[in-house]
């Protein structure tokens, strides 16, 4: 989604000049209790980003009685407010992708020590080949009295029913979870929002020190927030449609030219480069042609990642496809 200032009416100011604390940003109640709604939560708080959502929150959960177990495929922003909590004396333990047999071991352990399991996942990562087994993570944090925190960014607007993330794409909306997600990756806002049960959301909101002493969500931010949702009630589902037509599409026509990629149905997708081909000279030569890639290396292997969007025509993809196929062969 894209908001031009033209499409942002319904703000005289960009900042109140307050912190959240003593004076809400107008909207920003509604904003948050509509996305709570999206994903099938009692409630939820905005905050500027997901960096100052997970440090806060981790903040919080710190002086609990918690063992912070990490999915090994969590992204690094969440990955940070965990090693808060850790400097807050909170131990960490990082567990093998999906691993449920692993969490489990680490799970008892700890609750037999007297600590709850406080698992750190991200709802979908791009990175791995599969998502984890959020139902599963759920149900073992509340047989051990714990708390599943996802960073929902990637499946937010994105997956779910209507876009409502993981909680619905799982079925897990009446589990013991909270949900930290950015809102600028399918919705094009720079916001994040945390979400979970009411009691949950009280608690983080009356000792947030973000809240205290930290710029709230500017005013022209929360209207896009509520233009994203308006336009995801109206159209949402036809452009997630039309995303995975264009994801479709650019996977048939990269097998067709005999070029290896991954990514699976997500929208963020690679394509692996011949051994030996120079990442920096694939990477200028597709942009000087007017195809934008992100540069990558995983496990050695050098790639360029994709970022497909709902905008894109089908003209757009072919195109693109084309010129990776002849800038290859001209680099090989």
Same mark, same amino acid.
């Given at each position: 989604m894209r908001h031009p200032g033209s499409a942002l009416d319904g703000w005289d100011a960009l900042t109140l000049g307050k912190p959240a604390a003593l004076q809400e940003v107008p909207g920003a109640r509604e904003v948050a209790a509509a996305l709570a709604r999206l994903?099938?939560?009692?409630?939820?708080?905005?905050?500027?980003?997901?960096?100052?959502?997970?440090?806060?929150?981790?903040?919080?959960?710190?002086?609990?009685?918690?063992?912070?177990?990490?999915?090994?495929?969590?992204y690094p922003v969440a990955r940070w407010g965990a090693e808060r909590a850790a400097g807050l004396g909170l131990p960490l333990q990082t567990f093998r992708h999906g691993d449920l047999a692993e969490l489990g071991r680490l799970a008892l352990a700890w609750h037999g020590s007297g600590r709850r399991p406080l698992i750190l996942a991200d709802g979908?990562?791009?990175?791995?080949?599969?998502?984890?087994?959020?139902?599963?993570?759920?149900?073992?944090?509340?047989?051990?009295?714990?708390?599943l925190l996802l960073d929902d960014t990637q499946a937010l607007g994105l997956l779910g029913r209507h876009g409502g993330g993981s909680l619905r794409r799982h079925g897990i909306e009446d589990m013991p979870v909270l949900v930290g997600?950015?809102?600028?990756?399918?919705?094009?806002?720079?916001?994040?929002?945390?979400?979970?049960?009411?009691?949950?959301?009280r608690r983080f909101e009356r000792i947030s020190e973000t809240r205290l002493h930290a710029s709230p969500p500017s005013? @022209?931010?929360?209207? !896009? &927030?509520? $233009? *994203?949702? +308006? =336009?995801?009630?109206?159209? #949402?589902?036809?452009?997630?449609?039309? %995303?995975?037509?264009?994801? @479709?599409?650019?996977? !048939? &026509?990269? $097998? *067709?030219? +005999? =070029?290896?990629?991954?990514? #699976?149905?997500?929208?963020?997708?690679? %394509?692996?480069?011949?051994?030996?081909?120079?990442? !920096? &000279?694939?990477h200028a030569a597709l942009r000087h042609a007017g195809v934008l890639a992100v540069p990558q290396c995983r496990a050695g292997q050098a790639r360029l990642a994709f970022l497909l969007r709902a905008d894109h025509t089908p003209a757009d993809v072919a195109r693109a496809v084309r010129i990776m196929a002849h800038e290859l062969k001209e680099l090989t």
């Open positions: 994903q099938g939560c009692a409630a939820a708080t905005l905050l500027p980003s997901t960096l100052h959502l997970f440090w806060d929150l981790f903040g919080m959960l710190g002086r609990e009685r918690f063992a912070v177990l990490v999915d090994a495929a969590a979908y990562s791009p990175e791995a080949d599969r998502p984890p087994p959020l139902a599963a993570y759920a149900a073992l944090a509340r047989r051990h009295d714990g708390l997600a950015s809102l600028a990756k399918a919705f094009g806002v720079p916001l994040a929002v945390l979400a979970g049960s009411a009691d949950w959301i005013r @022209a931010v929360v209207v !896009a &927030a509520r $233009r *994203a949702l +308006r =336009l995801n009630a109206v159209c #949402g589902d036809v452009l997630r449609r039309t %995303l995975a037509q264009r994801v @479709a599409q650019f996977r !048939a &026509a990269l $097998r *067709a030219a +005999r =070029l290896p990629g991954g990514g #699976g149905a997500f929208p963020v997708q690679w %394509l692996a480069l011949p051994p030996d081909t120079d990442l !920096a &000279a694939a």
